[in-house]
């Protein structure tokens, strides 16, 4: 159980454009989700919270703007980065909390050229 | 400030050799304390919470046990599919993770 679904896995974008990562959780219902990202050997670095029907919680130095997080539902967050730009491109987690406990999906890598 | 400080960066043993890793953390208010396994190019698998000192949580090779600054990943005759990243969060005011321990166990 506690499984968490990432869409797309990959994906390259050229810069200026912007692209969506959706985040399911498949047996449970996620009040809480979580975005982090992660840079070649460091740690995941939280983004943004974001809870069912309400406003993301968006870490210290994360943009707002650039980065929008929806959570419309138990089981869907999406995070679209808009305006993409090199700088951007990493590896995009999320995780559902259940019980206090976080499950994440299987990463998005972001390439932006 | 909160802090999570894993060690050592990387590990390499021979299969069998137990070893233990190491989670060093300063939190105001430990909410909860969890292990992560995290192959490359993939999202952390869960392994376990602990939320008290003294408390002690065994998974197959893996054993974790916690004291009010750190915690210890304890593994036991491990195989190469054992190798893997393991990561350490805190939960105090937030969620910090530590920069992981890269484990490599030799055939």
């Known amino acids: 159980g506690a499984v968490v679904s990432q869409h797309p896995s990959r994906v390259i974008c050229k810069s200026g454009t912007s692209v969506k990562i959706e985040c399911r959780s498949l047996?449970?219902?996620?009040?809480?989700m979580f975005w982090y990202r992660q840079f070649p050997k460091q740690s995941l670095m939280l983004m943004a919270t974001s809870n069912e029907g309400s406003k993301a919680t968006y870490e210290q130095g994360v943009e707002k703007d650039k980065f929008l997080i929806n959570h419309a539902s138990l089981t869907l967050s999406t995070l679209t980065v808009t305006s993409a730009h090199p700088e951007d491109s990493s590896f995009y987690i999320c995780?559902?909390?259940?019980?206090?406990?976080?499950?994440f999906g299987p990463g998005t890598r972001l390439t932006v050229t | 400030e909160d802090q999570v400080t894993q060690s050592p960066e990387a590990l390499r043993l021979q299969e069998g050799e137990s070893s233990s890793l190491n989670c060093s953390y300063t939190v105001s208010g430990l909410r909860g304390l969890f292990w992560y396994r995290q192959d490359p190019g993939k999202g952390p698998e869960f392994l376990f919470t602990?939320?008290?000192a003294g408390e002690e949580k065994e998974k197959e090779r893996l054993k974790a046990t916690l004291t009010k600054k750190e915690s210890f990943l304890h593994i036991t005759a491990p195989k190469p599919e054992d190798s893997a990243t393991y990561l350490c969060a805190v939960h105090g005011d937030k969620i910090i993770f530590g920069k992981g321990t890269r484990l490599h166990i030799l055939p």
């Open positions: 602990l939320y008290s």
């Open positions: 995780s559902g909390e259940l019980s206090y406990e976080q499950y």
């Open positions: 047996d449970f219902q996620a009040t809480t």
